[in-house]
């Protein structure tokens, strides 16, 4: 790309050709808040002030106003006591899992975590039990046949001191389908467990004001709550959001927290105020699920079969790897930038194009886009 990341993009061209303009359908900029010109110009104010980088760890000399600001911002927005931030989405996943468990401890993962899930849960080395995806009859068994493999109850209360915990993400980045968190809450309550979430493509994007799964099904929070500040946010950075005692915890005892340099100040505060913007203008949230109904729906009408999902990612089932890099490459030469996922990112046979979209396309576009990606998957046929 030799543009901004927003509904429309310039990629370069090659061999002697001339670039192209696209529209894209594969960012995760989902509020398109990157290219808000008050927002830039924030950024930009901010830079001039604190710098280009922090110049330390957080622990060290790193610490500065502007983080201190973004955490309790966070905490805010998401309805917590407190918040701790971390240099990505990845390091929060893995620094929180890894620093809350250990060898001793069991861990309960639904099977289509990210990648940073399961990183973190290697580096904990905790016994994990896979449940199968979104099956929670699946995962009662799975708890029943730990305790009974292990031989003690599970929990802070228990009197080995064996922590388990349930981790899952909110939104599962490619099939577009929400962890139902109610069931989940008493799942948790029931077997005295922790229960941690990954709110990276919810945050932003769920519930009537984008604050994620517990606004969308109206609970209580999980106690737990991982997000990241480069999607819908269109900054950089991760952070767990939960009560004061996680987040001391963490501050000390998060390997990805500790030994590694701060944000920048500047992007610290350019986070907070596109957290602010977000609280003022809830219509971008509404906007972007417009969008979702409004594209499902034309996929449907032109005779696609694809589900009207609850997030901004929605999966368009092709099957045959080869054949979703052909439709994936015949779109692009008609205008259109859509990924085409394929083995080992999804299973063998359910190869797709993942569309994820924005706020700022319209109605047209997104009606324009659906009979493309109809008509050019039945040709293929």
């Known amino acids: 790309m030799t543009t901004p990341e927003t509904s429309r993009i310039q990629l370069a061209g090659t061999s002697g050709k001339p670039s192209q303009e696209l529209m894209l359908l594969a960012s995760n900029s989902y509020l398109d808040l990157a290219n808000i010109p008050e927002l830039k110009k924030a950024m930009a104010d901010a830079v001039l002030k604190w710098g280009t980088g922090s110049g330390g760890a957080r622990l060290t000399t790193g610490n500065k106003t502007p983080h201190l600001a973004l955490e309790e911002e966070i905490a805010k927005f998401k309805g917590e006591e407190a918040a701790i931030t971390f240099g990505t989405g990845y390091m929060a996943n893995v620094g929180t899992i890894s620093a809350l468990c250990a060898r001793k401890d069991i861990i309960f993962s639904d099977e289509l975590n990210h990648a940073s899930i399961i990183d973190g849960i290697r580096l904990s080395r905790a016994k994990c039990y896979v449940y199968k995806h979104n099956d929670l009859e699946d995962l009662r068994s799975k708890i029943a046949e730990a305790v009974n493999v292990n031989g003690q109850k599970l929990g802070e209360n228990a009197a080995e001191k064996v922590r388990g915990v349930i981790v899952t993400d909110a939104v ?182 993942r569309a994820s979209l924005m706020a700022s396309l319209s109605t047209e576009d997104l009606e324009f886009a659906a009979q493309k990606i109809a008509q050019t998957i039945q040709k293929m046929r």
């Open 172 to 353: 599962f980045s490619m099939d577009g389908d929400l962890a139902n968190l109610p069931e989940l809450l008493k799942i948790a309550k029931d077997h005295s467990l922790l229960l941690m979430i990954d709110e990276a493509h919810a945050t932003g994007v769920v519930g009537r004001t984008g604050r994620g799964l517990a606004e969308y099904f109206g609970c209580e929070h999980a106690d737990v709550t991982v997000g990241t500040l480069s999607k819908a946010i269109a900054c950089e950075g991760g952070f767990v959001a939960g009560k004061k005692q996680l987040i001391e915890f963490l501050k000390n005892k998060a390997r990805s927290f500790i030994f590694t340099t701060a944000m920048a100040p500047a992007v610290a505060f350019a986070a907070s105020n596109n957290l602010r913007y977000l609280e003022n203008h809830p219509e971008c949230v509404q906007k972007l699920q417009s969008n979702v109904e409004f594209f499902c729906k034309a996929l449907q009408k032109a005779g696609l079969q694809v589900p009207s999902v609850p997030s901004a990612i929605v999966p368009i089932i092709v099957g045959d790897e080869e054949k979703a890099l052909l439709v994936s490459a015949e779109l692009q030469k008609q205008g259109i930038l859509i990924s085409a996922i394929r083995y080992p990112t999804v299973h063998k046979g359910s190869a797709r194009l």
